[in-house]
């Protein structure tokens, strides 16, 4: 019998998935036999090489899509490139995102309509392709990357924290629309993870943030991607609309 986690046969495809939380739940997923599309956003190299690696290090397929989840376009291309080859869908995961800090004061226009672009209309049009696969085999899995700061906002990251609390409205909203379909929608709420996205941060920031988890630790993207398998896989057939906090304490 296999293990409860086993996703042999499942077709995943997760986005933003060439470095950090992206990368480590692609290879989190495969790991358990799953067949994993990549996408890249700019680099064709990079993509290559990773859909590369899945298949010597954990021998199971993968392919790589390069887009912006912030162009309606090639989103509709993705779902067209899915369907060609595979015909299904199992699994979503929608990690690509962006985060740029601002004061109140200095944040422009462009900025909140790209944020909202891809933080928000990127999920959302992911995961209406997405259904539309699902549906053809009435079951499947949407997970939607928000943020601790989506919940309890922060300062200096207002359009940051709009986008992450818009994703976890959506998520609730499609997970009532979609549990009569038998297709689960949760979201992973992660705290203070280390990844290219918090190293940009300034060194006093960084460590006043640190104080603040009560693990004493920095969060891995394999702690993210731990979770991403869990509402992925079997384990989590019962669970839709929740939002998992994994941030090693910094609320409680
Ligand atoms: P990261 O910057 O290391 O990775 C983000 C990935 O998304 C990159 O591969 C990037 O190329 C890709 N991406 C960005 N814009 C894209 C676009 N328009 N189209 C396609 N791909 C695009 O960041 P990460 O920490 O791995 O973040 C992953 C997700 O987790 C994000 O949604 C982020 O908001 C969320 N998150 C991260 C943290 C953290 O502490 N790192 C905390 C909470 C939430």
Excluded at 12 to 22: E, H, M, P, Y
Aim: hydrophobic share 45%; glycine share 10%; proline share 2%.
């Amino acid at each position: 019998m296999g293990s409860i986690f086993n996703l042999e046969g499942k077709i995943a495809f997760v986005t933003g998935s060439t470095r950090g939380i992206g990368w480590a739940s692609a290879q989190m997923l495969a790991q358990q036999g799953a067949t994993i599309v990549l996408n890249g956003l700019s680099s064709p190299d990079l993509l290559r090489q990773r859909v590369d690696e899945i298949r010597a290090i954990h021998d199971t397929d993968a392919d790589g899509l390069l887009g912006d989840v912030g162009n309606p376009a090639a989103i509709k291309e993705f779902y067209a490139a899915i369907f060609k080859k595979y015909k299904r869908l199992d699994i979503l995961v929608n990690n690509a995102g962006i985060m740029e800090d601002n004061l109140l004061g200095m944040i422009g226009l462009q900025n909140i309509e790209k944020t909202f672009r891809v933080n928000v209309t990127g999920v959302i049009l992911n995961m209406q392709y997405a259904t539309r696969l699902m549906e053809r085999s009435q079951s499947g899995s949407i997970i939607n990357l928000s943020s601790i700061i989506g919940r309890f906002g922060n300062a200096g990251q207002i359009v940051y924290a709009g986008s992450k609390a818009a994703v976890i409205g959506v998520t609730l909203s499609a997970a009532k629309e979609l549990a009569v379909k038998n297709i689960r929608v949760n979201a992973i709420a992660p705290g203070f993870i280390d990844t290219d996205m918090v190293r940009q941060l300034p060194l006093n920031r960084y460590d006043e943030t640190l104080q603040r988890i009560k693990m004493n630790r920095i969060g891995t993207a394999e702690d993210i991607a731990k979770a991403v398998l869990f509402f992925a896989s079997d384990l989590s057939l019962y669970v839709t609309g929740q939002i998992l906090g994994v941030d090693g304490g910094m609320l409680i």
